[in-house]
């Protein structure tokens, strides 16, 4: 019977583990994952989306996209 408390033992910290890589795998996978959400992907999307929409003209698109790709 001893024996089987050893395979006990070994299946607990295999069981462990398992459960210490898969919680440290979803923390990476939601940092990497998360920003791409909540951010804009770049002031020049935006500016784009909003000449799309019609919230400004030519004109100002064209002097806002100047500045934004001005080095």
Request: charged share 20%; aromatic share 14%.
């Amino acid at each position: 019977m001893p024996f089987f408390g050893h395979w006990t033992a070994i299946f607990a910290l295999v069981f462990y583990a398992i459960l210490i890589v898969l919680a440290v795998w979803l923390v990476l996978w939601a940092i990497r994952i998360a920003p791409r959400r909540i951010r804009p992907d770049n002031a020049l999307t935006i500016l784009n989306e909003r000449f799309a929409r019609g919230e400004i003209d030519q004109q100002e698109y064209d002097a806002r996209k100047g500045a934004l790709l001005r080095p």
